[in-house]
């Protein structure tokens, strides 16, 4: 009688994909519902896109840097261009490279364990064009995010991390 393979699991991983993934799944179901009120009113200008200042932005679920369970999106914006990570607190954390469209900051998060790319989309929250000081382009506010101006020293190793792939 042949033994059958066991299945073994290692339960730390599991257990910050599913928080990840619930995570992001949160911020899925905030953009839908964002962007199909915004489809349903009809306002906003068509064909308009938020500029986004070159620069470096960190936004939480939480206003407080390094809460342990809320996710923090960090990038640096270029030319209209998004290069950065999402994460959380002691955990691990995936890149993400992306722009920002008519209401949604568009991102390709690529997966930090098997390399596997999925799309998802951030919603701008509101009236998206705050004007930055000195006049230089706008910030964004991102739907159920909040800003948070100080980056910490693991998101700038984030961000070089995730800016050498």
């Known amino acids: 009688m042949a033994s059958s393979p066991q299945l073994v699991t290692q339960p730390e991983s599991l257990s910050w994909r599913h928080r990840i993934q619930t995570s992001l799944g949160r911020l899925a179901t905030a953009t839908a519902a964002v962007v199909g009120l915004a489809a349903m009113a009809g306002q906003g200008a068509i064909g308009s896109t938020p500029v986004l200042a070159n620069g470096t932005y960190l936004y939480g679920e939480s206003p407080v840097t390094n809460t342990i369970g809320a996710v923090y999106l960090v990038f640096e914006a270029t030319n209209g261009q998004l290069n950065g990570a999402v994460y959380q ?45 000195g006049g230089g382009g706008t910030s964004i506010q991102l739907d159920g995010m909040h ?10 190793q984030l961000l070089a991390i995730c800016g050498d792939r």
């Not at 954390?93 to 008519?102: A, E, Y």
């Not at 949604?104 to 596997?116: G, P, R």
């Open 89 to 133: 607190p002691s955990s691990s954390f995936d890149c993400v490279r992306g722009t920002v469209g008519g209401s949604a900051l568009n991102l390709v998060v690529t997966n930090a364990y098997d390399q596997t790319e999925t799309l998802y989309s951030v919603a701008l929250a509101g009236d998206t064009a705050v004007a930055s000081v």
């Open 147 to 156: 800003a948070i101006a100080t980056l910490s020293e693991l998101d700038h």
